[in-house]
């Protein structure tokens, strides 16, 4: 095979396998092709990904040597992106009763739910992550946005016990805003004993729904390595029962009598 | 920028952007090359994404020429991995109180679940679809996997109404196998009418959840294009209330006594 050819293959190859190691020998019976031109091919897709700003081919020599694709995504992409994202936002038509905002069509928007996805991945990526823990419902494609850059499990807490999970842990918190008792249920066999954990959600204001989160995590002995939220209220400092997070975005502003949303780059970008 | 360079620009462009029309001119000014070269490189890619199996390149002549990658998953490579997720569902330690299974684990590896969207895209690929329809909690992982191969939105019905998804439409049905009346829930924002729409969902037995799902697209005026369940269990066909659906997976048997989980190829690979 010649090289244009390989170049294609292993450009998909690493795009479909990140942050699983590979072994030169693997490339090398694949393509029937000599280490020599497999190591070259290799500076060649490191150094074009790097230009891109989506990550670096981490090599490692020796007799367990290989190489792994370790997906970034550029903090000034990043910020252009965030910027997008933040236009849309600002819409007026999103402000619902109540001072909500609507958010349902982005999170159901595969294009920017990836660019999502991938800013969060590379918060995360010296993180040594075998979980991505979310709540449902809202949770979820953020969850798997994110898993799929980490290529980690996604684990689903739930808001209600069901038969398919099996026995569950479940506990009680209260909801920062509402002050209302809620509950979050997980199975027992969705995360092994002593597991680094990230914990997202789309929206945080007083954090109760993180600290139940956190809380839970203790039950099953997990560490909780980061915490993401795709979108943070402005709050009482005093009142927020969670410090040490990553948020893209921050709603400063909602007027729903004037029709104004005002909406800034979030502390990841500070 | 060398040939070899823009192969692995544009093979992370085309996989990044599925279904996305691309004009000529877009890669000519990108990478300062000329149109011959940059045909030349697209058949490259074409030939090789087509021995992979993953898809072709589409080329449109004219003045409003250009290229997009229809992404596809080859039967042979599907029926291979589809055997190894059979062989995980048999594991007998699946099996919960009650002859349910627990599959959480599946739908949270990312490995899997991209795999399982690649089949399903594989399967739609010639439908014109507007929107991935799917119901909370269980169906989400599944829908965003094929959303993001065909590169469409995501929605998601609720059970039950949430302020943050505004005005809201909702049917009550009849769940197939516990005769009980239940609730879906979508926000009216949700889908616009007249639109093509793909239903998703984990799991089928008696067909109940699909059917509302079905009547509930009605009510937004969207035409059902195409039905997907990831498995199918063995019921009485005279008691289903779908007929017209593609399943990837089949549970013939469950034998909690015994704990015996025997499972075959879905109607997909018939």
Redesign the interface.
């Known amino acids: 095979m010649r090289?244009?050819?390989r170049?294609?293959?292993m450009?998909?190859y690493f795009?479909?396998n990140p942050y699983t190691h590979i072994s030169l020998p693997f490339f090398v019976q694949w393509f029937e092709a000599a280490k020599s031109s497999i190591s070259e091919d290799l500076d060649?897709?490191d150094?074009?990904?790097d230009q891109?700003g989506?990550g670096r081919l981490q090599t490692s020599a020796g007799a367990a040597g290989g190489v792994q694709y370790i997906p970034d995504y550029h903090m000034d992409l990043s910020k252009k992106k965030i910027d997008d994202i933040i236009e849309l936002l600002e819409d007026p038509k999103r402000i619902?009763?109540?001072g909500?905002?609507?958010?349902?069509?982005l999170l159901?928007?595969?294009?920017q739910?990836?660019i999502i996805g991938k800013m969060f991945g590379a918060a995360f990526k010296a993180y040594d992550v075998d979980y991505v823990v979310t709540v449902?419902?809202?949770g979820?494609?953020l969850a798997?946005?994110v898993?799929?850059v980490l290529?980690?499990?996604?684990?689903?807490i739930?808001r209600d016990p069901k038969?398919?999970?099996?026995s569950t842990v479940s506990i009680n918190y209260v909801s920062g805003s509402s002050r209302k008792i809620q509950t979050m249920v997980l199975?027992k066999?969705?995360i092994q004993e002593n597991s680094n954990v990230i914990l997202l959600d789309d929206f945080m204001k007083a954090g109760g729904t993180i600290h139940g989160m956190v809380s839970l995590m203790n039950e099953f002995n997990a560490t909780v390595k980061g915490i993401g939220v795709l979108a943070e209220a402005e709050d009482d400092e005093e009142d927020r029962r969670v410090d040490d997070y990553i948020s893209l975005l921050k709603f400063q502003e909602v007027n729903e009598r004037e029709g104004r949303i005002q909406v800034v780059r979030g502390n990841y970008f500070e």
Request: glycine residues 6%; positive net charge; hydrophobic residues 45%.
């Open positions: 090289r244009s050819e170049l294609v293959a450009t998909d795009k479909e060649i897709i150094a074009m990904f891109l989506i619902l009763p109540g909500y905002i609507y958010m349902s069509d159901g928007d595969l294009k739910l990836r449902a419902t809202k979820i494609p798997y946005a898993a799929d290529r980690v499990p996604v684990v689903i739930r038969v398919t999970e099996g199975s066999r969705s």
